[in-house]
């Protein structure tokens, strides 16, 4: 079993910064991918970014690039998710997953482990 706990969400103004943090306990954090997910009221959940288990691999969903950047420290069991020039569209319940999948996993369905969600707003 992991145990993934989210943190860093808030409210910002559009163009503003967040970090997000996400806390890993339980079976061996250094061997999972990990990655970031957001769901929007009414919307489905969304890829938005993962990490592979050495941090060598990253990948980003469209709406993201070049804004988003997902990191992770294994000594700390932590992965994190620095969004900057938010834009009123990222607002969203984001959560962190992890997976045993290698590659390039961005389906809800191939992710093993979920956190509760960390709420994001911005507005303009």
């Known amino acids: 079993q992991v145990q993934l706990v989210e943190s860093g969400g808030g409210s910002v103004q559009a163009g503003g910064s967040l970090r997000l943090s996400c806390a890993a306990s339980g079976r061996t954090f250094s061997r999972d991918g990990m990655g970031w997910f957001r769901q929007a009221p009414g919307k489905e959940r969304e890829f938005v970014a993962l990490i592979s288990w050495s941090g060598v691999t990253t990948y980003y969903g469209d709406s993201v690039k070049g804004r988003f950047t997902i990191s992770r420290d294994n000594a700390k069991n932590t992965v994190y998710l620095q969004m900057n020039s938010l834009k009123p569209e990222d607002t969203a319940v984001y959560y962190c997953?992890?997976?045993?999948?290698?590659?390039?996993?961005?389906?809800?369905?191939?992710?093993?482990?979920w956190g509760q969600g960390t709420q994001v707003t911005v507005s303009s």
């Open positions: 997953a992890a997976t045993i999948r290698r590659g390039y996993p961005t389906r809800v369905d191939e992710y093993d482990y």
